[in-house]
């Protein structure tokens, strides 16, 4: 993103993902969502009002449907190793956000 396409900018020390999780429990690897997928997602899962996911949610074929573009790898919703939620994001690292 240029710089000079920032409007205001807003630090945001959370983001919305998806996470994968192995057999034996353990993170495998996650992937940040965009905003644009914050109100597709608001009618399946638990959501501030400012769009973050509350708490962790199995992906479903209805979610799997809407994160799927920004996963590199094919959900597979029947393995239960599939979740979306939200996680503090690094505070080292600055979030700009266009607003328009």
Request: charged share 20%.
């Amino acid at each position: 993103m240029d710089i000079a396409d920032v409007g205001t900018v807003a630090l945001v020390h959370a983001v919305n993902v998806v996470s994968k999780f192995g057999d034996d429990g353990y993170l495998e690897r996650s992937w940040v969502l965009p905003l644009e997928v914050i109100e597709p997602l608001r009618s399946h899962v638990r959501m501030t009002s400012e769009g973050w996911i509350v708490n962790e949610w199995a992906i479903t074929d209805a979610t799997a449907a809407i994160v799927q573009p920004w996963v590199d790898q094919a959900i597979d919703v029947a393995s239960d190793a599939w979740w979306v939620g939200s996680e503090q994001a690094d505070p080292s690292h600055v979030w700009a956000i266009r607003v328009r």
